[in-house]
């Protein structure tokens, strides 16, 4: 499961930034044609997006189908963890593009989304235990859920751990954790929460790509 | 047909245009002559809407072409470098546009034109500088358009098919087409446009036609006037 949630990002990222520079060319030509702007762009980021979700669902189906999934009990932990990876690979792809398309340096653009990448998966992490050894004197419960909600692969790893019922592990913050995103309401806030993180860099993209020249 | 009015564009620091005013009501041929670096390539793709300029208004057929996309569909654009998807074959290619567009296209006529059969089949990273420049053509007059935008048309081409383009440039007009062209070679210019429009710095330094240039520079050659048009301060 640690694998998933951090490889599907990487995953996500390097193949964006790569498909939009090496698409750079065919931009241009379908810019000169009378396509609107934002379809082309958006074109790209879906087919990006879309093909990866699919193999992801795909490489990991079909092995876990064969060996008799559909019979287990764990169908739903499974589907939960399909669905967070279908989300990470809109929310990396997305912001992949984001970089891509801010950046005319090829090496620079994949230099910031790996740093991105690796931001979001280990530093994050890092700083935020940093500051629960810091500040373990204080009630850190609400900042450490605000804080999980602020990084999708977090926010992923725990509605994952959630799900699978090993909560208990985490002791008090377990609880807290359990008491918040294990009711229905906190589900439906976090995956709100990566919904939101696939619609703002796609509402930056289409911003940026109305004003950017070529 | 197009109406260009106070057109601004910076990079960065550089300006590149700068106040802008240009009229094209007229069928027939425009060619933008201006050294390296003047704005002719920003103010097509001005036009053409790659380039979104910082002020100013372009006006085409009478619709502002801000945040539309649409008026391309009456344009053909030949870009300055063929720059193709190196993966795709010439056939494929040729249908995919075909496919964007959506109109009646005259492809077979123009491929035996150029005489590109052979290399239809091929991938388009495999052809040579001119061939691609020649699929370009075909990319550009398939589409009978109105007005049609040329920057660079001859760049890597033979002497065989820059007289093949000549003559189809030639038949485009009579056709009652407008054309737009850059080049930097002069007797290509003199030879097939009717207006001169001479850019420096951003701004039309002149306007005009071909003799007007040469008896306002006291110059018999093209080629003298226009040098002597960018070392003097006059008009």
């Known amino acids: ?72 009990p764990a169908i ?52 935020f235990l940093l500051f629960l050894v810091y500040f373990q004197d204080y009630p850190l419960d609400k900042f450490s859920l605000a804080a999980s909600m602020f990084n999708p692969i977090d926010l992923s790893r725990i509605l994952i751990l959630l799900k699978l019922d090993i909560s208990a592990l985490l002791s008090y913050t377990g609880a807290v954790f359990k008491q918040f995103f294990g009711t229905p309401l906190g589900t439906l806030a976090s995956i709100g929460m990566l919904v939101v993180w696939v619609i703002l860099p796609l509402y930056r993209l289409k911003k940026v790509v109305g004003k950017k020249d070529f | 047909m197009v109406s260009i009015q106070n057109l601004h564009k910076k990079f960065g620091p550089l300006k590149v245009l700068n ?20 704005g002719k390539t920003t103010l097509i793709k001005s036009i053409l809407g790659m380039v979104v300029p910082d002020k100013g208004e372009i006006i085409i057929s009478g619709n502002n072409i801000k945040k539309r996309w649409n008026y391309r569909q009456e344009i053909d654009y030949l870009p300055q470098i063929a720059n193709f998807p ?17 109109k009646p296209a005259r492809e077979q006529e123009l491929i035996e034109y150029f005489r590109l059969q052979p290399f239809l089949d091929k991938k388009l990273n495999k052809l040579s500088g001119g061939t691609q420049q020649k699929v370009n053509l075909v990319l550009c007059f398939m589409f009978d358009s109105q007005l049609i935008i040329l920057d660079e048309p001859t760049s890597g081409l033979d002497p065989v098919a820059l007289l093949q383009l000549r003559k189809l440039i030639q038949q485009e007009k009579e ?61």
């Open chain 1, 1 to 72: 499961m640690n694998v998933i949630i951090m490889i599907v990002p990487l995953i996500g990222t390097i193949f964006g930034v790569m498909y939009y520079y090496n698409s750079r060319e065919f931009t241009q030509l379908l810019l000169a044609q009378p396509v609107k702007r934002s379809s082309i762009f958006l074109g790209q980021y879906f087919g990006v997006a879309i093909s990866l979700s699919l193999s992801l669902i795909l490489g990991l189906g079909i092995p876990f189908a064969a060996y008799g999934l559909f019979k287990s």
């Open chain 1, 76 to 127: 739903w932990d499974f589907t939960m963890l399909l669905i967070t990876g279908l989300f990470l690979t809109l929310i990396f792809s997305a912001l992949a593009f984001n970089i891509a398309l801010s950046n005319e340096n090829k090496i620079k653009g994949f230099g910031y989304a790996i740093l991105l990448w690796l931001f979001l998966a280990v530093i994050y992490d890092g700083i």
């Open chain 2, 86 to 102: 190196g993966n795709l074959k010439v056939q494929e290619l040729i249908t995919m546009i075909k496919d964007l567009r959506g």
């Open chain 2, 175 to 235: 056709n009652g087409k407008t054309i737009l062209i850059t080049s930097h070679i002069m007797n290509f210019v003199e030879e097939v446009a009717d207006r001169i429009v001479f850019l420096l710095e951003g701004k039309i330094y002149f306007d005009g036609t071909v003799e007007e240039i040469k008896t306002t520079t006291g110059q018999p050659d093209f080629e003298h006037a226009i040098a002597k048009l960018l070392s003097e301060d006059h008009v």
């Open chain 2, 19 to 38: 106040g802008l005013e240009l009229d094209i009501k007229e069928q027939g041929i425009i060619a933008v002559l201006g050294p390296n670096g003047s």
